[in-house]
């Protein structure tokens, strides 16, 4: 009798996905959008569903480790997807009313790939679940049709096309690293990968293998799809797009560097310095000069990998639990900033500065919450980024990188002007448009819940600080 | 019921109803529901701390319970230190509980009183005040249930804030609004002190615990003990309190009587552990206190703005409960500090009546009010008569339990201070009864009448405490850990002595007869250096000459060194960001070209590092 | 025939499938080279699995194969709907998004 246990919640996430496509089957057009609500609502559940069962161990002949770590990504996973699932469904209503069923069921699958992959214990898993999270969200990018040529089908074929193309070379590059991994160490099991020597082949095949998964976080220097299809692509599936492949791309990484090449650190770590040190760099240097909000948040999203892969750097559970709650913290407060995008300009792709000018005066709750955000992704206290960044940077000094907390902070500080450049347009500027702005019933509890939690996250972290750390620890073992 | 639950009913439900408020603004804009509620959760805090404070009495210890839940954890200290995780909760004991109720009570009276006195306000603004007042409700709870002196800190900051909203209600007046930021930038100043105490004690120690005995408890009581000159307005951090009386009246009395003055002298009772180690703090303390007992006592018989007698009073009174603290008494500081927030708010919501009866503050203005409104008078007198000390009224009690344990202490000098302080207070407020309630009625009171039930009810309530509360001292001393025996002793005949004849005095000048012409010339010269603000016009220097002189040149250097590098970097900064923009290009195949291209080179790194 | 062989014939193909990526203007184009840098995977794959004498290689290359086909489908279909909205598949001029 094999031992499922471990995949227990991405069983029922499977069978759920094949029951929306049952689902979408038997409703009449012009009822669709009940699916989305359905798709929230199970996603919701098995959330629920997953605080009672007990899915420690390990299944498939040790190819999958269900542990405390696994189950904080698929807790991610399900929030992220009831939170895009609630954000998205006035929208997908609106834009494809006949096609919703396929972009929920895309959607399922893509959530599927990534509750699946960090429990990957075994190369060849690891790729088969991050082609199952990467193709459906290629699909989804490029989900509007492009003869939609005010709305957002205007960019759609250009932005998944370049999001295509970069994954999918990025996958070649990364399957070219792993066979020669594989070649040098004759198995695919992660946990067997570290006996092998340093070796200036087995740096080559690291290398390779790192490429995809650095475009998966979007980190420089595979970022350069992030902006363009961040823009071109439709803003609630962005708000999906910016924060829950990254936090896979994250479990991948701890993977093959953490489980499988632990005792190479020496190897690995120059190279993740350097694209940490980039990232964050060109990041906030970028985002200065941007004039879309949807680019500015796109390159401020790759500077914020920058200050995630601390943890990684520092490969103890500390750094790891740190990056977790940061990721965590990014979550609520990334996915509530695009919506807020969203919400003030549903129809539209391009989102400037101009469309939140003045939103104080014109929904006084999208711009507290839009403020919040805001401050959380600048780190200023008392909400959640403050406490990630601050946590981040003691990691980092832990573990003797002073010099990177003094210019992660510095770098912090240009990143303020970009933010509060926001902020004070919607704050202290005129509106362009007084029309008071209309908000879809359950996009608008999405914004409400993510403000809630960077709030609570920022007054009263020590729970999420905790179950961080603990997941963490799991990693180690 | 579980008291901790009760307890974080009490502090959570005044912040539901602020946050309600402020979220929902058609609520707010309502007025009248908005008011309705905040009473209604001011109740409701009541309650609960009344059965905080029974359960009290059925304990065998003196600390009821204790939640603590951990807020930071892992707050590492670097290589080695390591300091235990930060924590925020509830903590029950007879400190806390009694001063709940007492914060509670009063918050909860000022509120009733308000729903009267604010009522020809527009609606915006009633409700606009009843979210301050919640939530000044919430900050002052945080402040009294903290467990450490972090949370405390936090609480006191809250505080800060809401009090500054509160004494700038009136933001739209000039003055209301300069009284406001002024109280907000004294306080600031002064917490500076908090903040510097709690780093030094949280760097020696690793906790914010107050029970912690350490080597540095001198430096850090003293620094928190300038926090307390400033929220409790000590001299010479006293200046902003006169000004604060900006704010409308029952704000007064909330906020300069009962709670935000007290929050200072309550720092010290609850970190009188670290003080009892820091002989050095309590003596300054003893000294600081009896001074300004007597400079604002002084002060205060000069006034003519009924509410600016009353806030020199408190400055007064807050300096006995300072001085009998820095003797070494905890329970004599505190147990004024309960009788006087039941006695000072009682005077100001009767000052409230009064002057809302007549629409001023000045006491010209009044005159002749007892015969119009007879129980704002009555009540007045009472708290009056407490105040001075009378035998059988609350404040005889704990004023006298504070000149004992001073002579105990062998402090002659401020014993003699706080005499003629008690001296002084009779009189003063002998003079303020004479000049607003008989004499010849001005035009203004002839018209006066008797206010609302709103209005009176509180008065009444209030009044019974400022007469019965003086009796529950001995039962409250044995909820502390240091008894204290009440006994009418020689130095309470003094000070009623002194007392009478103050009020004497004061009947003799101000009376019917208007005698003693002489004296009141006398007074003349005090009268002058009290109006021209002698204290404000030193920080007036000190601020244009020294601060001025330093500002300038600190500006010079921040604009042509400092904002000259860093325009420089941010023009910099941003040319670089709009040059690397074109990296950008939008050709997919430039992206394809840099990852192959990263990839490759990678890879050639570890080909060079490793090989 | 040795090991070294087969990966340098590896090396080859992926290394042409790089260039082609990076410089092959037309869509289709640029699908067959990302073909070529997979069918370089699999060689190495085969290869390694062949010279060790163990299957996990050569099932890796199954699961390749069928991850490369699965990509491939989705990246037609995307140059279907680039030409349908541009009357061509030159990828030089699908530029509009950048900065």
Sequence with gaps: MMNLGPLTIDLILCGLTFGVLSVDLALPHGRKRALGYLTAVLLAGLFVVSFFIDVSGSALSGAYQGDAWVLFFKRFALVAGVFVSLGAVDYVDRHFPTRQGEFWVLMLFTLLGMTLLPGARDLLLLIVCFELMGLPLVVLASFAKSEDKTGPGQFAPEAGLKLYLVSSVSTAITLYGVSIIYGLSGTTKLAE????????????????????????????????????????????????????????????????????FAHQKAAWAPLVLFVLVTSIFFGNLFALAQKDLKRLLAYSGIAQVGYMMIGLLTADAYGMGMLLFYIAGYLVTNMGAFLVLHAVAPNRSTITLDDVRGLSRRSPRLALALLLFLLSLAGIPFVVGFWAKLYVFMAAYRAGYTWLVLYGALMAIVALFYYLQIAKAAYMEEPTDAEPIRVDGSLDAVVMACMALVVVMGLYPSPFLQGAMAAARALFG | MELLHVAL???????????????????????????????????????????????????????LDRLTTTWLPHARLGAGRLASPIELGVLLDGISVSMLVVVCFVACMVQIFSLGYMSHEPPADFGRYFTWQSLFLFAMNTL??????????????????????????????????????????????????????????????????????????????????????????????????????????????????????????????????????AAFTREFMLYIGAFTALFAACIAVVQSDIKKVLAYSTCSQLGYMVAALGAGSQVAGFFHLTTHAFFKALLFLAAGSLIHAVHSNELRQMGGLFSKMKLTSICFIVGALALAGIPGLSGFFSKDLILEVVLARGAYVPLAALLVAAFLTAFYMGRVVLLALFGAPSEAAGHAHESGVSMTLPLVLLSVLALGSGYAGAQLSGLYAEPVHF????????????????????????????????????????????????????????????????????????????????????????ELGGRLRRLQNGDVQTYLYVVAMAAVLFALAGLVGVG | MELTHYLLLAAALFSLGLYGVASRPNAVGLLASIELMANAVNLNLVAFSRFQGQQTGQIFALFATAITVAEVVVGLALVIVLFRSRGDVRLDLAKELKG
């Design chain 2, 144 to 277: 009294v249930i903290a467990p450490n002196l972090l949370q405390l800190f936090l609480g006191w900051e809250l505080v800060g804030l809401a009090s500054y909203l509160l004494i700038g209600f009136y933001f739209r007046k000039p003055s209301a609004a300069r009284a406001a930021v002024k109280a907000f930038w004294m306080t600031k100043l002064a917490d500076m002190g908090l903040i510097a105490g709690l780093i030094v004690l949280f760097r020696e120690t690793g906790t914010f615990d107050w029970t912690v005995t350490t080597p540095a408890a001198t430096v850090v009581t003293f620094l928190l003990f300038i926090a307390v000159m400033g929220k409790s307005a000590q001299f010479p951090l006293h200046v902003w309190l006169p000004d604060a009386m900006e704010g409308p009246t029952p704000v007064s009395a909330l906020l300069h009587a009962a709670t935000m003055v007290a929050a200072g002298v309550f720092l010290i009772v609850r970190a009188d552990p670290l003080f009892a180690q």
């Design chain 2, 487 to 574: 006994h009418l002793s020689t130095i309470g005949i003094v000070a009623t002595g002194l007392a009478l004849t103050g009020i004497a005095v004061s009947f003799w000048m101000f009376g019917p007869a208007k005698g003693g012409a002489a004296v009141q010339a006398a007074f003349a010269p005090l009268g002058r250096v009290a109006r021209s603000g002698a204290v404000d016009q030193l920080y007036l220097l000190g601020y244009r000459r020294g601060l001025r002189g330093l500002a300038a040149g600190a500006a010079w250097f921040d604009r042509y060194m400092i904002d000259g590098a860093i325009n420089a970097a941010a023009y910099g900064t941003l």
């Design chain 1, 193 to 260: 990968l570290g006996g092998v020597g340093v070796s200036p082949m087995l740096f080559v095949g690291l290398a390779f293998a790192l490429a995809g998964m650095g475009f998966k976080i979007g980190a420089v220097p595979f970022h350069m799809w992030v902006p363009d299809t961040y823009q071109g692509t439709s803003t609630p599936f962005v708000s999906f797009l910016s924060v829950a492949p990254k936090a896979t791309g994250f479990a991948a990484l701890a993977a093959v560097l953490i489980l499988g």
């Design chain 2, 9 to 63: 009913a009490v502090l959570f439900v005044p912040l539901g109803i602020a946050g309600l408020l402020m979220i929902v603004a058609p609520l707010r804009r309502s007025g009248r529901a908005a008011g309705v509620l905040s009473v209604l959760g001011s109740l409701f805090a009541l309650a609960g701390s009344l059965y905080l404070f029974a359960a009290l009495f059925g304990a065998s210890g003196s600390e």
